[in-house]
C-alpha cells in the first residue's frame, strides 16, 4: 500500500530554518511529480511546492517563494521541503503527495511546523 511519511518538523522561530522530510513506498516514486501541501486548522489544505519527475522544474505557492525549496532523491524515494526566513504564518502541518491527488488516494500523518518566537 501507499506509504508517506513526513517528518522533520518542530518548532522554529521566526527566520529560522527546518528541513522536512518525506519517505515515500509502495508505488513508483520516480515517475510521479510530486508535491508538498500544509494546511491550518479551519482552513483548507494548501499547495506549497511542486517538482517534476527529474527535479528540471519546480513550483512555489507565491507566499513562500523565495524561501523554501523542493528537492527530491528518487533512488532513495524521498522527498524534501527546505525552509528557510520562517514566519509564524507557516505554522501549519506539512504533507508530502503525489502532484495530482486523486480522490482515492491516501495522505500520510503529516509533520507539524510551528513558527513562534
Known amino acids: 500500500q501507499v506509504q508517506l511519511v513526513e517528518s522533520g518538523g518542530g518548532l522554529a522561530q521566526p527566520g529560522g530554518s527546518l528541513r522536512l522530510s518525506c519517505a515515500a513506498s509502495g508505488f513508483d516514486f520516480s515517475g510521479y511529480p510530486m508535491s508538498w501541501y500544509r494546511q491550518v486548522a479551519g482552513k483548507e489544505r494548501e499547495l506549497v511546492a511542486s517538482?517534476?519527475?527529474?527535479?528540471?522544474?519546480?513550483t512555489y505557492a507565491d507566499s513562500v517563494k523565495g524561501r523554501f525549496t523542493i528537492d527530491r532523491d528518487n533512488a532513495k524515494n524521498m522527498l524534501y521541503l527546505q525552509m528557510n526566513s520562517l514566519k509564524p504564518d507557516d505554522t501549519a502541518v506539512y504533507y508530502c503527495?503525489?502532484?495530482?491527488?486523486?480522490?482515492?488516494?491516501?495522505w500520510g500523518k503529516g509533520t507539524l511546523v510551528t513558527v513562534s518566537a
Open positions: 517538482i517534476t519527475v527529474l527535479s528540471g522544474t519546480t
Open positions: 503527495n503525489k502532484a495530482w491527488v486523486h480522490a482515492t488516494d491516501s
